[in-house]
């Protein structure tokens, strides 16, 4: 069966580093707009980041500008998520998903309740000294 499983996460300090991956299997990943979202102890839902399928265009959302960078590794069918100068605020549990938006911004806006097209089970990001 097609689905999506992450990897990378775990416990950094403030300031560190990790890179969070998301794999395919069953299906192309290129063929599909990917995001990571994220749900923080006491905050909303958040589309952290997305990436377009058609010309890797990229969206951030405002709390992870300038700190984190998704990337496409085609040969891997994988989609990374460069995790950097990582803050307290940053702890959560983080999830991608692959969606054929018409628009890979609006894939970001979309809420916890949506039903992605591909989702992953999650993983637990913690940011603490």
Request: glycine share 10%; proline share 2%.
């Amino acid at each position: 069966q097609a689905h999506l499983v992450e990897s990378g996460g775990g416990l950094v300090q403030p300031g560190g580093s990790l890179r969070l991956s998301c794999a395919s299997s069953g299906f192309t990943l290129a063929n599909y707009h990917v995001g990571w979202f994220r749900q923080v102890a006491g905050k909303e839902h958040e589309g952290v980041s997305c990436i377009s399928l058609t010309d890797e265009s990229t969206y951030y959302a405002e709390s992870v500008k300038g700190r984190f960078t998704i990337s496409r590794d085609f040969a891997k069918n994988t989609v990374h998520l460069q995790m950097n100068n990582l803050k307290p605020e940053d702890t959560g549990l983080y999830y991608c998903a692959a969606e054929r938006f018409a628009n890979y911004r609006a894939m970001c806006q979309m809420p916890a309740s949506y039903d992605f097209h591909y989702r992953g089970t999650g993983l637990q990001v913690t940011v603490s000294s």
